[in-house]
């Protein structure tokens, strides 16, 4: 049986250095003398990959058809206590790589034997096998279920009292993977008896430790209001709360994460949240050089910001809007996100915490997100957030309309290239701006371009200010309104008509004729048509 596995492991060893043979005598990857050296690099170095990702692949294909999961059971029940931790290491990385040798693990009848070691065997193996059943149990909900219906969860749960820190990471880290999947699963993991025990390892002196177990108890707590409130019945908001300053950023990350699974569920467990006293503490995290910790503490925020008015006055007392508002400006791409949706959910409450944005200078830097990311998802929060920001009065709507962030919300709901959400989301951002903005200057360059469910919007508002302001009435004849308004061809009745009808009533007859398409040649046919008097 040695020789069988040895034969495998050589010939896997031959495909290897064949390869790095392959790279040596492999020729250069010809480009146009257009392409620079550093192009022909990244090109040679692509070819490379993909082709080591096809041997890799056959390699570990090669692996399950010779039959070395049957070769690698029995070696689990070896008297060599290191061939049998080399063994559970070897079935680890093989589930590891992909859900097909996970599978053939199961299949193997392989689990029921670590399951079964577990209790009685070194530190050393219970690592190993913790391994396995991890590597498998993280593909897919089906394969984490055949680890808990083997068993392997009252286990795991047993690990956590072991004696050895290694031991404990090794089981809440494969608890971790079996509750991400789903409720069910995560439920599966609380019955067994892991959430104290979970509480009890962020509380150890071991900082990998401490990151795996909140890890654990953020996958716990996301899936529903009852797994956060089992995790938070445990104690363990007070021990995260106080790890938020930790100068570990990796632990960090997981903490904010735990915490923010924990708030986003309930008012209650938001409030529960900020009890433990994480403001103004959590701010700093806003500030931070990792860019996760910036991000998981800005999603923190977020969740606790939209349940309630009351919650975001207390984050605005706090300087959370400044400071999420200076994290945005400093970062890009999806860091940015969790900020951008905060400064909407404390707007969208009312007109006072929307103002608090717009005095924080909150829209500067979401109408720089709007312009500046590449990805659709990003822009479409921007746009909803600015939506929320200038929804509520007259006031807010003109802090927008005056960063000129209309023409850009209205190209991107007419760009075919924009995904539908963010056309949906500019839609209803624009239309809810422009049903509360009387700032003229800024509508009247979307006269020339909005499409008719746009402009109808657009010509109401000027409907309702012209007729009491004539110097606004002035202007819209001089830059050229009024001359637009009447090449706009609406339906007759339609709201569109009225607003176009209300508008023409503030100026004299002549005026409006005069601005009128085809009125010139009118007036020519008239020259033509005339007859001096001599």
């Not at 689990?111 to 070194?122: A, D, G």
């Not at 969740?303 to 975001?312: F, M, Y």
Request: net charge negative; proline share 5%.
């Amino acid at each position: 049986m040695y020789q069988q596995v040895l034969e495998v492991l050589r010939c896997c060893k031959e495909r290897n250095t064949q390869f790095d043979e392959d790279v040596k005598v492999m020729p250069m990857v010809k480009t146009p003398q257009a392409v620079d050296l550093a192009e022909e690099s990244e090109m040679i170095d692509c070819t490379l990959m993909q082709r080591k990702k096809l041997i890799i692949e056959e390699l570990f294909s090669s692996w399950n058809n010779t039959g070395v999961m049957s070769l690698l059971r029995p070696l689990l029940l070896d008297v060599v206590p290191t061939i049998q931790q080399t063994a559970a290491l070897a079935l680890g990385r093989l589930a590891n790589y992909n859900d097909a040798l996970a599978e053939a693990v199961v299949k193997g009848n392989i689990l029921p034997h670590l399951v079964c070691s577990l209790s009685e065997q070194n530190r050393f193996y219970k690592k190993a096998a913790a391994f396995v059943l991890r590597a498998v149990g993280k593909h897919s909900p089906q394969l984490a279920q055949a680890i808990v219906q083997c068993g392997a969860l009252e286990m795991l749960v047993v690990c956590l009292e072991d004696f050895d820190p290694g031991v404990k990471e090794a089981a809440s880290w494969a608890l971790g993977y079996i509750a991400r999947h789903n409720s069910e699963l995560s439920q599966a993991v609380v019955d067994a008896g892991a959430v104290p025990l979970l509480v009890l390892c962020i509380q150890e002196p071991e900082i990998a430790l401490k990151r795996i177990a909140a890890s654990t108890l953020s996958d716990i707590s996301k899936h529903s209001p009852e797994l956060a409130q089992t995790v938070v019945d445990a104690g363990a908001i007070a021990h995260l709360a106080q790890m938020i300053l930790n100068p570990d950023a990796k632990l960090k990350r997981q903490v904010l994460s735990a915490l923010s699974q924990i708030a986003k569920h309930s008012v209650d467990l938001a409030e529960l949240v900020v009890e433990a006293e994480i403001f103004p503490v959590v701010l700093t995290c806003l500030k931070d050089s990792d860019e996760y910790v910036k991000k998981n503490g800005a999603t923190l925020i977020r969740e606790i910001a939209k349940h309630t008015p009351e919650l975001s006055q207390l984050i605005v007392n706090a300087g959370g809007v400044a400071a999420v508002i200076d994290c945005i400006g400093s970062c890009r791409g999806t860091v940015r996100l969790p900020g951008i949706m905060m400064l909407g959910y404390v707007a969208a409450h009312s007109e006072n915490l929307s103002m608090a944005v717009i005095v924080s200078k909150g829209v500067p830097p979401l109408c720089a997100s709007l312009v500046e990311e590449h990805e659709d998802h990003i822009k479409a929060a921007a746009a909803w957030a600015l939506g929320q920001v200038g929804r509520h009065t007259p006031e807010h709507a003109r802090a927008v309309a005056v960063a000129n962030v209309l023409p850009t919300l209205l190209a991107m709901y007419m760009d075919t290239r924009s995904s539908e959400d963010l056309q949906m989301k500019t839609k209803k951002a624009l239309k809810n701006i422009l049903q509360k903005c009387t700032y003229l200057p800024a509508l009247e360059p979307l006269l020339h371009d909005a499409p008719p469910n746009i402009m109808k919007h657009i010509v109401g508002q000027f409907s309702k200010v012209l007729p009491h302001d004539s110097k606004a009435r002035r202007l819209f004849v001089t830059t050229g309104g009024l001359k637009k308004v009447q090449e706009i061809k609406a339906e007759p009745g339609s709201l569109l008509q009225e607003y176009i009808n209300t508008i023409n009533n503030c100026y004299p007859e002549e005026i409006v004729r005069y601005y009128s398409p085809g009125y010139s040649e009118i007036l020519l046919e008239r020259v033509e048509n005339y007859h001096p008097v001599i």
